[in-house]
């Protein structure tokens, strides 16, 4: 089945420093990609996505290119915040009967010291 | 634009109760989608509902039952609860729309805590 498996944290940083979060995927056919956010006792908040091959999404300084060739999606962001401190979920949407479900990475947590 | 709100925020209960969990979907929203985030594990996709039917259903147990209204609004019911049932219930919901660009956007989630 469908799958998505993301580098293992925590992930600690300084702030300023270079941030790249690993996520690869198991599909068949072409999902859309997405990176979500989860902040301490919240829900989640949707980061960025991609629809196809070769997207790149972006938002708040984060970047992600789906890269079919290599099946993966990783998050980059060039410096870092100590508000970036959180959790990062890698997701693909899965189709079903008349929408999709998305499948979502372990999460991996960043935390980010001034 | 109102987001996705659920409630309760917390809740306490025993094995073998049963539980309603609610979900009120965004503005102009009218598929709604459930998941069970256990501790340090991402969420799980429970089952999604569109326009008051259930669309997909994920390994999730029959004691796990939903429903939406006309308003889009939707309940999670679990009956028989499990010590293993404790987790954060997050309700999604998302546009009408293809399949491709199909966003859900997150309520802040349902503690479940049983004991």
């Known amino acids: 089945g469908n799958s998505v498996t993301q580098m293992e944290g925590p992930v600690t940083l300084s702030e300023e420093a270079f941030l790249t979060i690993n996520c690869t995927y198991t599909a068949t056919g072409y999902p859309s990609l997405f990176w979500y956010v989860q902040y301490p006792g919240e829900g989640l908040q949707l980061l960025l996505k991609a629809t196809k091959a070769d997207d790149k999404g972006s938002n708040k300084g984060f970047e992600a290119t789906y890269r079919k060739e290599t099946t993966s999606f990783h998050l980059e962001k060039g410096s870092v915040q100590v508000s970036d401190s959180a959790v990062y979920f890698c997701?693909?949407?899965?189709?079903?009967?008349?929408?999709?479900?998305?499948?979502f990475g372990k999460g991996t947590t960043l935390s980010v010291s001034s | 634009e109102t987001g996705v709100t659920q409630s309760p925020t917390h809740l306490i209960k025993t094995r073998g109760q049963q539980v309603t969990l609610r979900c009120s979907s965004q503005?102009?929203?009218?598929?709604v989608s459930w998941y069970q985030q256990a501790l340090g594990q991402g969420p799980q996709f429970i089952f999604q509902y569109y326009r008051e039917e259930e669309n997909g259903r994920g390994n999730f147990p029959p004691r796990f039952s939903g429903l939406q209204f006309p308003n889009y609004s939707s309940e999670l019911n679990v009956n028989a609860l499990e010590l293993d049932d404790s987790a954060l219930y997050l309700c999604a919901s998302s546009s009408p729309g293809t399949v491709r660009t199909d966003t859900q956007y997150f309520g802040p989630g349902t503690r479940l805590t049983v004991l």
């Open positions: 503005s102009g929203h009218n598929t």
């Open positions: 997701a693909l949407s899965e189709p079903n009967q008349a929408g999709t479900a998305l499948i």
